[in-house]
């Protein structure tokens, strides 16, 4: 039946479980929850301050080869063994990040998984949800409004309208708004000057949403974030501004994580949602720390590849909030190694078990980066109804020669108990074998070299390439006290490299780095590489075309 049901049919055939019940089954007591209808439920701060001398479960890095056209299936694959880990009777949760409306209605669709393995109610999670996503646009936005509202009036903090680096955001793929002059009218309109917008899930907000411990942390974190610089180039923070206590006002009650469930009622933490390829690409800490309270076996996944989403996931998010993975799972499809193997996207119905052998050294690169953090690692074949057994075999055999276990997942037909194998492996490998983990590189490193580290360590370049502007940059930077930072790197998901046409496993290649920018709140340095836009456009065919509300009300092409 998965073969003809749309994800949105599927999910609208869901019998839900009430959010009470689901709540009920981590032991959150129904006044812990401050419901959103009877299938959403944000978890109070009093519940989770509670859970804190609780011990910790097992943390499970859901992550996937570089993405293709054909795509790979990693939210899927990570919904589906959860419902795995549920099926052979294990205490298991999932934290997700929340979908954006910019590839909602551009060319990715939603977020919330797919087929058999999705996480409901699937239309109010890729459409306006808690709205999160609107507290962290506005908090960002008032200060935007805030800075042009100083200089408007006396200026006494002396800022430079030529640098100022706080530019606005919505949570819509606009290329038009990248660049624009705004203060223009008259001078009741403020000063005229040169900005731009940059899309909701690049905004600093979010990042600092995402790894703030406590809503104390999150205020801090907002106060130290620096919006531009003086006349004599002094960083300027929100706190100076004194826009810090507004900003933390209207983000209290979306910092508390949102309760959802599975298609087969299991439950799942979604909260914030950082871009990998722009941004940092994962869940909320405060979701993930309590997820980790209140079950044995938490699966989280990292946007994109793992050579961004992984890396971010380890060199940043865990890194930043004491966390220590204890095991990864790497998502792989036959369609995706085929091209990767060379083969065009109208042929990749036809065997090829070759061109998967090919295309498995990408799968081996991940693998190998993976390694470099210490952490065990088993590949996920997230399978298709097309695949064939030989095609499946060629990836086992790869797999068995790097001494690395591979398992064939059927989640997307067959939900979790098509996972139950996966979700076997998991439990044993995250039991038996020990993590070792460790961050790539050192705090101690300049920033210079943790970026030219991780793109000859992670995306096999010989090195990092920058115009003296840039490198000036760098080295101000350091000078500053910054370099004990780490590094966020803004890059194509497609390719190891900053070309989105070089599939597989491209080595050699320089990575040219166009800009760099301080996010001094969320305590990372975004380092901006190549063409890499924090402001998408739509494709010439948006999704958006196929979406509207039928006869009935409802909801209809969402994907």
Known sequence: MADFLSDLEIASAALKKDIKEIGNSLGIPEESLIPFGNDKAKITYDFIDSCKDKDNGKLILVTAISPTPAGEGKTTTSVGLVDGLCYIKKNAMICLREPSLGPCFGMKGGAAGGGYAQVIPMTDINLHFTGDFHAIGAAHNLISAVIDNHIHWENSLNIDPRRITWKRVVDMNDRSLRDITCGL?????GIPRQSGFDITVASEIMAVFCLASSLQDLEERVSNITIGYSRDLEPVTVKQLNVHGAVTALLRDSFQPNLVQTLENNPALMHGGPFANIAHGCNSVIA?????KLADYVVTEAGFGADLGAEKFFDIKCRKAGLSPDGVVLVATTKALKMHGGVLKEDLKAENDAAITAGCKNLE??????????????????????????EHQAIIDFCKDLNVECRISSHWSDGGKGAASLAEYVVEMVDSQE??????YSDEMNLWDKTKYIAQNIYGADNIIADKKVRDQFAQFDKNGYSNYP????????????????????????????EIRLCSGAEFIVVVCGAIMTMPGLPRKPASENIGVDKDKNIEGLF
Do not use: W
Request: positive net charge; hydrophobic residues 35%; glycine residues 10%.
């Open 185 to 189: 009218g008259g001078t009741g309109n």
């Open 288 to 292: 993930t720390k309590t997820a980790l």
């Open 435 to 440: 993590s070792n983990f460790k961050p790539l």
């Open 365 to 390: 690169r991940h693998i190998n980066n993976i390694g470099q953090f210490g952490v065990p690692v088993v590949v996920a074949i997230n399978a298709y109804a097309t695949d064939t057994q030989a």
């Open 487 to 514: 590094i966020c790197m803004a890059k194509t998901q497609y390719s190891f490299s900053t070309d989105p046409s070089l599939m597989g496993a491209p080595s050699g290649h320089e990575v040219p780095i166009r």
